[in-house]
């Protein structure tokens, strides 16, 4: 009889250590789902400021452009044989 009682105590032990285990996979599963989605949002805020990043580079370019061209209208000509 003792021998069934050791054995019902470690099933309930196993049992016991099953569900917590069970929980805490469940808690890092949940974990998991969270960092994903929030994996997924950076991804894609990234790629919206590399495309950001892209436009800037364009609109710098273009300002660049705009301004050696009034600067050029705006120095004074070389005078032939100064």
């Not at 960092?35 to 950076?42: A, N, P, T």
């Not at 790629?47 to 120095?75: A, H, N, P, T, Y």
Request: glycine share 6%; proline share 4%.
């Amino acid at each position: 009889m003792k021998r069934i009682g050791y054995v019902n105590q470690r099933l309930e032990e196993v049992t016991f250590e099953a569900g917590r285990m069970r929980s805490e996979f469940e808690q890092v599963r949940h974990r998991d789902e969270e960092l994903r989605r929030e994996f997924e949002q950076v991804r894609h805020r990234d790629k919206e400021l590399s495309e950001d990043r892209e436009v800037m580079k364009q609109d710098i370019r273009e300002l660049q452009r705009s301004v050696r061209g009034l600067l050029g209208l705006v120095r004074p000509k070389p005078t032939p044989g100064a």
